[in-house]
C-alpha cells in the first residue's frame, strides 16, 4: 500500500494554482543535517541505499511534500561551503516555516540524546531518529507514540513504514478515510525519539525526561494547524499515556478523553488508546494458560476498543469542530453495539488470519454471539506491554 496521500484532483487543481512557488530553505551545517536526518540510514560497511547526505535529505523532503498533497512539486538538495540547502518547487511561499521548526525541534531532540548518551544510558543499537517524512502543513490528526522501530530507519526509510503503523491505517481506512489520505490522520511524535529494536520498549521508559523540550516543542508545534486550531490527538500505549499525566496533568484511560493546553489558548482533544500492536498481545493464548477462547475474548474486546478509537481520530479529522464527546459516543456505540458483528469478522480475518467467511462463520456460533454484547463491558485484559512492532 502506498504510503504517500495524494489529493483529490479538484483539489489537486486549486492548490497548484494558488499555492505554486519556489522556495529555498537553508537547512544547517553538514553536520547538523547529518544528524538530524540520522545519515548514513543504513550502512554498516555496505550501505543498503548508497544514498549521499544530500540524496537522503531529498527523500524525506519528497515524502514530506507528497504527503502534504502536492504531488508536483519537486525537491532538489545541494552544499554549498559546508551549508545544505532545499529547493522545494510546487509549495506554498510558507512551508519553509514548519520545515526549520522541525529541524530546531530536532536539536532539542540531539541535545537530550547527546546528554543520555553522557550519562551513560545510550545503547549501541539505538538511532537518533526525528519523525522526518510526515505531512508538515496539511495534517488532520497527531499520533503520539512511544519510539519508533529501528527497521523504519534502517530498512524503509519511512517513518510510517511500520506493523504499528500499517495496522491503524487499516483501521482509518475501515473508519471511512481513504487508503491514499491515511498519512494526512499519522503525523506521528514519539516521546522517545529514538529508533530501536522492537523490544527495547521497557529500556526506553528511563529516558523520557531527557527529551522533555523536544516532546514539549513537538506538542506544540504539530498539535495546530497554521491558522491556529488545534487538531486532535491519540495518546497510543500506557507509556504515552502515563506521559500525557505527568507532563500535562490529565488522566487518559483507553477511550479516556481529556484536553490539553501545549500553549496558550490552544485547547488539543486527547484520546487515549491500546498501543496498534497491543491486540497480539492481549489476544495471545499463551497469556492465558493456552486457553484459546480466553484469548479470542480478550482479542474482540480490544479490537472493539481500536475500532472505536480510530473512529472518532476520522471523524475529528474529517470534520474539524466537531464536539470530541459526541463523536468518543457515536463511535463505541457504532463498533461495540450496533455493528459488533463487523468487529467480530475484522478481529477473525486481521489477527487469527481466517478469510472473510471463515470468519462470517466463525462470528454466527453461539459461542462466539454470547461474547459479542460484552464488548462494551469492561473485563481484565494482560498488562499493556511497551514494546513497539
Known amino acids: 500500500m502506498s504510503k504517500l496521500a495524494v489529493l483529490p484532483l479538484a483539489a489537486l487543481a486549486f492548490s497548484a494554482a494558488a499555492h505554486a512557488a519556489d522556495i529555498d530553505v537553508q537547512l544547517g551545517s553538514k553536520e547538523r543535517v547529518t544528524r538530524l536526518f540520522a545519515y548514513p540510514n543504513n550502512c554498516n560497511v555496505i550501505c543498503f541505499r548508497n544514498w549521499t547526505l544530500e540524496q537522503t535529505v531529498e527523500h524525506y523532503l519528497t515524502q514530506s511534500v507528497q504527503r502534504d498533497g502536492y504531488s508536483t512539486a519537486k525537491v532538489s538538495v545541494k552544499s554549498t561551503k559546508n551549508i545544505v540547502h532545499a529547493h522545494i ?27 543520555l548518551n553522557s550519562d551513560k544510558k545510550w545503547a549501541y543499537n539505538w538511532y537518533l531518529f526525528l519523525p522526518l517524512g510526515m505531512a508538515l502543513e496539511n495534517r488532520k490528526s497527531v499520533e503520539l507514540l512511544h519510539f519508533p522501530p529501528d527497521y523504519s530507519l534502517t ?44 523490544n527495547a520498549g521497557q529500556a526506553l521508559e528511563g529516558v523520557y525526561d531527557y527529551f522533555n523540550d523536544y516532546q514539549t516543542t513537538m506538542v506544540k508545534q504539530v498539535s495546530q494547524t497554521a491558522s ?117 469478522e475484522l478481529f477473525y480475518t486481521s489477527v487469527r488470519k481466517l478469510t472473510p467467511d471463515e470468519a462470517a462463520k466463525k462470528c454466527a456460533t453461539p459461542e462466539i454471539k454470547s461474547q459479542l454484547p460484552q464488548l462494551k463491558t469492561p473485563m481484565p485484559l494482560p498488562a499493556e506491554h511497551a514494546e513497539h512492532a
Open 89 to 115: 518547487s510546487g509549495v506554498p511561499k510558507s512551508y519553509g516555516q514548519p520545515l526549520s521548526a522541525l529541524l530546531n525541534a530536532g536539536d532539542l531532540a540531539y541535545n537530550g540524546a547527546s546528554k
Open 228 to 344: 491556529g486550531a488545534a487538531l486532535p490527538m491519540v495518546a497510543f500505549g500506557a507509556p504515552v499515556r502515563n506521559w500525557i499525566k505527568t507532563q500535562y496533568g490529565q488522566t487518559v484511560g483507553v477511550l479516556g478523553l481529556a484536553t490539553i493546553t501545549p500553549a496558550a489558548g490552544l485547547k488539543v482533544p486527547v484520546l487515549g488508546s491500546n498501543h496498534p500492536s497491543y491486540i497480539w498481545y492481549a489476544a495471545d493464548p499463551e497469556n492465558y494458560d493456552g486457553d484459546q477462547a480466553k484469548a479470542d475474548a480478550a482479542g474482540l474486546k480490544v479490537m472493539g476498543q481500536d475500532l472505536s478509537a480510530a473512529c472518532w481520530q476520522a471523524g475529528m479529522g474529517s470534520k474539524p469542530g466537531t464536539d470530541p464527546t459526541q463523536q468518543l459516543n457515536q463511535c463505541t456505540q457504532t463498533w461495540q453495539v450496533t455493528q459488533k458483528e463487523q468487529t467480530c
Open 155 to 198: 530498512q524503509a526509510q519511512d517513518y510510517l513504514e511500520s506493523a504499528t503503523t500499517d495496522r491503524w491505517a487499516t483501521l482509518l481506512t475501515v473508519n471511512g478515510i481513504a487508503a491514499t489520505q491515511t498519512p494526512a490522520y499519522q503525523t506521528i511524535i514519539d516521546i522517545a525519539p529514538i529508533a530501536a529494536p522492537s
